[in-house]
């Protein structure tokens, strides 16, 4: 699938990122503040999204135009453009991830990794009830949580400035720009 135009809107995700987007959400919300007890359900829901994790860094090489890492990944080059365009009031959208998005992504996603990894060593023998291993996991989860409220607030703060509806387009897959009947 390509940067197809639709009327009035543009198609950003996929049907696999969306679906990726909202059961990664759902996983690391249900272990973090319901199922936190480290027990087998936690286990699974922890392992599922590591999982999501694994075939989205796969979609990133082989998936649509901006599901692809090509696409977003926030280089020096891009991150210094994007900067200087933000900070000198010129408007910098991107249809898929602008790089200080995509920062974000990778940083989250790497946290839901490094939360499979820490749970994972916390089941072997070798590890078993060490106490710092349980602290780190805590702490990888409470940055986790944090960094993930910073993002809503961002996607929330971001869709008034664009004048785009970026939580609606991560549903629909379409970004449509207020004001504009044609799309960008
Ligand atoms: C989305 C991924 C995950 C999140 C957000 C998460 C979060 C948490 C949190 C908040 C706690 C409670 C920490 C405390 O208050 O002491 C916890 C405990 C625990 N988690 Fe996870 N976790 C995840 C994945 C996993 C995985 C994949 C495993 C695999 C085995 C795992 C194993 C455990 C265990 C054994 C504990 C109990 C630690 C203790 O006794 O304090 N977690 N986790
Ligand atoms: C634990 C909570 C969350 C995690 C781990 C998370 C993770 C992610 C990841 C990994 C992406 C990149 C999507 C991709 O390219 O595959 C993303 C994008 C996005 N997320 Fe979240 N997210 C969380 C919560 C939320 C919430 C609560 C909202 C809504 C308020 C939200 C709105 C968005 C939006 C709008 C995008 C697309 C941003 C853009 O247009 O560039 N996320 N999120």
Redesign the pocket.
Same mark, same amino acid.
């Given at each position: 699938m390509n940067y197809i135009q639709t009327n009035g809107g543009v198609r950003v995700w996929d049907p696999f990122?969306r679906i990726? &987007?909202w059961s990664?959400?759902s996983c $690391?919300?249900l272990n973090y503040f319901v199922i936190d007890d480290g027990e087998s359900l936690h286990q699974w829901i922890g392992y599922t999204a590591s999982a999501l994790v694994v075939a989205?860094i796969f979609w990133g090489f082989v998936g649509s135009k901006h599901?692809r890492f090509a696409d977003f990944f926030p280089t020096p080059a891009r991150l210094k453009q994007h900067l200087q365009r933000v900070i000198s009031g010129q408007p910098d959208t991107h249809p898929?991830?602008?790089p200080v998005?995509a920062l974000m992504?990778l940083a989250? @996603?790497a946290l $839901?990794l490094a939360l499979g990894v820490s749970g994972y060593m916390q089941s072997l023998d070798a590890f078993w009830g060490e106490e710092w291993l349980q602290e780190v996991h805590e702490l990888l989860g409470t940055t986790l949580i944090s960094l993930?409220g910073l &993002?809503?607030a961002a996607? @929330?703060i971001m869709s008034r400035v664009e004048r785009t509806n970026? @939580?609606g387009?991560?549903f629909s897959g379409v970004k449509v720009r207020r004001g504009v009947t044609s799309s960008r």
């Amino acid at each position: 699938m390509n940067y197809i135009q639709t009327n009035g809107g543009v198609r950003v995700w996929d049907p696999f990122i969306r679906i990726f &987007h909202w059961s990664l959400v759902s996983c $690391v919300l249900l272990n973090y503040f319901v199922i936190d007890d480290g027990e087998s359900l936690h286990q699974w829901i922890g392992y599922t999204a590591s999982a999501l994790v694994v075939a989205r860094i796969f979609w990133g090489f082989v998936g649509s135009k901006h599901a692809r890492f090509a696409d977003f990944f926030p280089t020096p080059a891009r991150l210094k453009q994007h900067l200087q365009r933000v900070i000198s009031g010129q408007p910098d959208t991107h249809p898929g991830h602008n790089p200080v998005g995509a920062l974000m992504m990778l940083a989250l @996603i790497a946290l $839901v990794l490094a939360l499979g990894v820490s749970g994972y060593m916390q089941s072997l023998d070798a590890f078993w009830g060490e106490e710092w291993l349980q602290e780190v996991h805590e702490l990888l989860g409470t940055t986790l949580i944090s960094l993930a409220g910073l &993002h809503a607030a961002a996607a @929330i703060i971001m869709s008034r400035v664009e004048r785009t509806n970026l @939580i609606g387009a991560m549903f629909s897959g379409v970004k449509v720009r207020r004001g504009v009947t044609s799309s960008r």
